[in-house]
């Protein structure tokens, strides 16, 4: 050990601003993001590929040759089943690797490895870093939606073909970023309150009855003909989000109206941002 | 940069209990250490130690007091103190999903280096903590005693005013334990500011310029090893059993030129000498002289083991 160097002036003392230490907290989860780009594209694309490629392929095939298939053009108008499933399936997708990318992380940080009290010592605001983190996991939650894109797009049968609308493209943008956001900082709250242990009980028990009742595979109008489902699910946010997805791309579908949607996803945001933000705030500064 | 580094006054933490007592963890502390000290946070185990470390870094808040490093105050701008410290937590807090390289960049991007900056910067510190080899490897794959070589290369990497670091060597080996005081002594002489914690008395006196001695939340007495040493008196205590009565022997002793002064109880005899060498010398000679054959003698030369007794009057216990 010859010297340690700590009065080397070749590098002029940092005082960098609060932004760039948010920039570089950033860049440092996209790193590590990046790293698992492999097995992270597999997990978005397999189920709702999947999906598509049973429901608005194989299915519709074998009912054309045994006549009974239920989706088969069975929707009002001639609507196919895959049109339906389109937002529907995105829509799954930004959440569950939303929360993939956010809890999951954050849980370990938090407890078994308590490495978050190296994150918290960076130069920002402790609530600087929560949004942070969910900054971090809305853009893989954004993207996890994006790459599933031309999967359910392109797998269907003959003459299943979805049929999709992006002449309202700026609220199909807008859409997808509210809802990238809104499930990170949803998946951050699950994070805080949620008992590391338990990950795995968390898909079966929040994860499994949001998709299946969040208006994926069906539109919201439909349920009417079950009103006490028809308001029950207003509770899950997946609802606003499959059915903004579908004012955005299939506005030919009957939707919640757009600016109950919008408005539902903004003060989901802020709602969830404060309380998580606060949460984590108690929870890392004793 | 100021003179003072860290400065408390009156310092303290309260959690409070449902249902049962208040505890406070750190209780008035009032404590100052100068740029360029290294300085020891001396106690047992719970004597309040992480908690002030953890107050003066901003993971704690305080409800009590002010504590400020070089002149930022902690509760008023976390943000400019994080700006000016470097902390090594008890536990391992390598960043897992990142390279030994990559945790050291990061932290110095974090502070506001550029990244060129920060993997020169990196570079300098691998190749001083003999690291240079593991540049790639991921934190997991490391030993106890090389992951605390990394956290305390990454603590300084955005050259912090302030390092902290808390009970860096409990649960290493010994052999490990000493090249750590190696780069620590280093660090001094490069005049960094120092505060460590720790509950090995060896490594404070090894160590410190300044000691602080912390008890229930509270500072005992600060000083250097010699001040603390002679705030008890520079006494050597010998505490000798005999096989009979010492009450004779205890008498001869009061007026003995070595002996500062001297207790019996029944065949114990205690005596406080500055010159334990010729108190010994008289003693084995005046109870052989009175026929009294020696069992068993003892030896408490000033340590801060002493300055721990005197200030709690309890044995100190790690």
């Not at chain 1, 499933?85 to 995105?90: A, F, K, N, T």
């Not at chain 1, 959440?95 to 190296?118: F, H, K, N």
């Amino acid at each position: 050990m010859t010297t340690v160097a700590i009065a080397d002036e070749a590098v002029v003392r940092p005082r960098g601003g609060k932004a760039h230490a948010f920039v570089t907290l950033l860049a440092r989860d996209l790193r590590v993001a990046r790293r698992d780009l492999v097995s992270f594209s597999i997990r978005s694309i397999m189920q709702p590929a999947l999906f598509v490629f049973v429901f608005a392929y194989v299915l519709p095939r074998l009912g054309s040759h045994g006549g009974a298939s239920p989706f088969a053009a069975s929707h009002p108008g001639g609507i196919s089943f895959s049109t339906i499933l389109v937002p529907g399936l995105i829509a799954t997708s930004i959440l569950v690797q939303g929360l993939m990318a956010t809890t999951a992380p954050l849980m370990m940080e938090l407890s078994y490895t308590r490495e978050i009290e190296d994150r918290v010592l960076a130069p920002i605001p402790t609530w600087a870093l929560s949004v942070e983190k969910i900054v971090a996991g809305a853009i893989q939650a954004l993207l996890a939606g994006l790459l599933v894109f031309p999967f359910v797009l392109l797998i269907h049968a003959k003459g299943q073909a979805p049929t999709l609308d992006f002449s309202r493209w700026w609220l199909l943008v807008t859409v997808l970023l509210l809802a990238s956001v809104f499930t990170s900082a949803f998946a951050m709250l699950l994070g805080m309150v949620i008992d590391p242990r338990k990950l795995s009980t968390i898909f079966a028990i929040i994860v499994v009855p949001m998709t299946m009742l969040g208006c994926v595979y069906y539109p919201w109008a439909q349920l009417s003909s079950i009103r006490w489902l028809q308001y029950v699910v207003l509770l899950n946010p997946l609802v606003y989000i499959s059915e903004a997805l579908r004012a955005a791309l299939t506005p030919e579908i009957k939707y919640i109206h757009v600016w109950i949607l919008l408005l539902v996803l903004c003060g989901g945001i802020a709602l969830t941002v404060t309380i998580a933000s606060r949460a984590f705030v108690r929870r890392v500064v004793d | 940069m100021p003179d003072l580094a860290i400065q408390t006054i009156e310092l303290g933490k309260t959690y409070r209990s449902h249902g049962g007592e208040d505890r406070a963890a750190v209780n008035g502390l009032t404590l100052e250490v100068r740029t360029g000290e290294l300085f020891a946070l001396l106690g047992p185990n719970g004597a309040g130690k992480s908690t002030t470390v953890g107050i003066l870094t901003t993971r704690v808040r305080p409800t009590s007091g002010t504590a400020k490093i070089t002149g930022c105050d902690v509760a008023a701008d976390p943000v400019a103190v994080k700006q000016r410290i470097g902390v090594v937590t008890q536990h391992n807090t390598l960043d897992r999903q990142l390279t030994v390289m990559e945790n050291l960049e990061f932290r110095g991007r974090y502070a506001g280096m550029t990244t060129r900056q920060a993997r020169k910067r990196a570079d300098e510190l691998l190749e001083v903590f003999s690291l240079t080899d593991r540049a790639g490897a991921l934190v997991q794959t490391l030993s106890g005693g090389l992951a605390q070589r990394v956290l305390i290369a990454r603590a300084i990497v955005h050259r912090p005013d302030v390092l902290f670091l808390d009970e860096p060597t409990s649960g290493l080996d010994p052999q490990t334990r000493v090249n750590l005081w190696d780069i620590l002594r280093s660090m001094r002489t490069e005049g960094q500011t120092i505060l460590l914690t720790t509950h090995y008395l060896e490594e404070a006196e090894n160590l410190c310029d300044r000691i602080g001695v912390i008890d229930h939340g509270k500072l005992l007495t600060t000083g250097t090893l010699a001040e603390l040493k002679a705030a008890v008196g520079d006494e050597t205590v010998l505490t000798f059993t005999f096989s009979g009565d010492t009450e004779e022997l205890a008498g001869k002793a009061q007026h003995a030129e070595a002996v500062t002064s001297a207790e019996h109880e029944g065949a114990v005899l205690r005596l406080h000498t500055a010159e334990p060498e010729r108190a010994l010398e008289w003693t084995l000679q005046t109870a052989s002289e009175l026929r009294l054959p020696l069992q068993d003698v003892q030896i408490l030369r000033p340590s801060l083991e002493s300055v721990f007794l005197s200030l709690t009057g309890r044995e100190y216990r790690e």
